[in-house]
């Protein structure tokens, strides 16, 4: 199966453009179980919530590979909620770490902070934490040397970016059809 993750901070359009990705080549979509997680408890979590979230982000992606699916479009990873632990605990579950390594053979879209912030009750890290947090991930994908492009502009240009980058790594592969 053909992993392709979009990430970046809070607010950089990664959820809507890996719904329209998925349109876009008929593929399937996952959604941020995180954002999901958080507000089904209306933003009250712990360490433990997390590490659950990552968890379940793990075994949903997974499911999506047992049903035979052939590209699948993720919205965020594990890079970010290593970040998040770090961010809210200064810690975080080191077999995060092995996963990680696995994105290697994935294509990220590290969604740019060109876009405004927008406050939904959910969302906590605007100004100079959604900056910082952004270079956390870019290095996090550097060091893991996993390939990305960043996605940046707004609507239908960001749109075409994305679908590019998209067409010419699957262009790439053996594994898509």
């Known amino acids: 199966m053909i992993k392709i993750y979009l990430e970046g901070a809070e607010s950089t359009g990664k959820s809507s453009l890996a719904f329209n ?10 959604p ?21 979230i990552a968890e379940t982000q793990l075994l949903l992606e997974n499911a999506y590979e047992s ?10 990873s594990l890079i ?32 740019d902070t060109d876009l405004n912030w927008i406050e939904d009750g959910i969302r906590t890290n605007s100004g ?9 991930y870019k290095n996090c994908l550097i060091e893991n040397k996993i390939q990305f492009h960043t996605i940046s502009g707004k609507n239908q240009h ?9 067409e010419q790594y699957l262009a790439s592969t053996k594994e898509y059809a």
Not at 34 to 50: A, N, T
Not at 67 to 76: E, H, P, V, Y
């Open 21 to 30: 990705l998925a349109q876009i080549f008929n593929a399937d979509y996952l």
């Open 32 to 52: 941020e179980y995180g954002r999901l997680y958080v507000e089904y408890f209306y933003g009250k979590f712990g360490y433990i919530d997390i590490e659950t």
């Open 67 to 76: 049903n035979g699916t052939q590209l699948l479009f993720i919205d965020t």
């Open 80 to 111: 970010n909620t290593k970040q998040w632990f770090l961010y809210d605990y200064k810690k975080y579950p080191k077999w995060l770490d092995n996963e990680i390594k696995k994105y290697s053979d994935s294509l990220f879209l590290l969604c």
């Open 128 to 136: 100079q934490n959604r900056l910082d947090l952004q270079k956390k």
């Open 158 to 166: 960001r749109i075409n970016l994305a679908k590019k980058f998209v």
